[in-house]
């Protein structure tokens, strides 16, 4: 009997699992396709080199793993004299990554992009009340 209750259990227990699982896909938010890339590390802007540097090298290779073990070999040798351009291009990156979430965050808001603090008072500056609407002087 322990059996026969404990089968019947495991019915109702996975219909709930269903129910859980896709309550969590359903509450997590879609991925917005507009929104900004995170920009690369130091290493992985080395390794875009690096990779295309093995691969001239060593062109009968196709297994992804050899190559990413030599250039976390490679990373680990190197001086910081030698990462430094390295570290540089990342810093660059990110700095345009800053600008356009910015950018994107504006968007967000519902700012335009293109329109600059002052042109935005310029067009604004005839309503005195901010309603944007014409009052009637009846």
Not at 73 to 101: G, I, L, N, T
């Amino acid at each position: 009997m322990k059996g026969a209750n404990s089968k019947a259990g495991s019915g109702k227990a996975d219909s709930r699992l269903a129910v859980k699982n896709t309550t969590k896909k359903e509450a997590k938010a879609a991925k917005d396709p507009n929104k900004p890339k995170r920009p690369p590390s130091a290493f992985f802007v080395f390794m875009e080199d690096f990779r295309n540097e093995y691969k001239e090298k060593h062109p009968s290779n196709k297994s992804v793993a050899v190559v990413c073990k030599a250039g976390g070999s490679e990373w680990k040798s190197m001086s910081e004299e030698e990462k430094a351009p390295f570290v540089v291009a990342a810093a660059k990156r990110k700095k345009d990554f800053e600008h356009k979430m910015e950018t994107y965050k504006r968007k967000l808001a519902g700012g335009d992009e293109n329109e600059s603090e002052k042109s935005k008072s310029e067009v604004h500056d005839d309503d005195e009340d901010g309603s944007g609407e014409e009052e009637d002087d009846d």
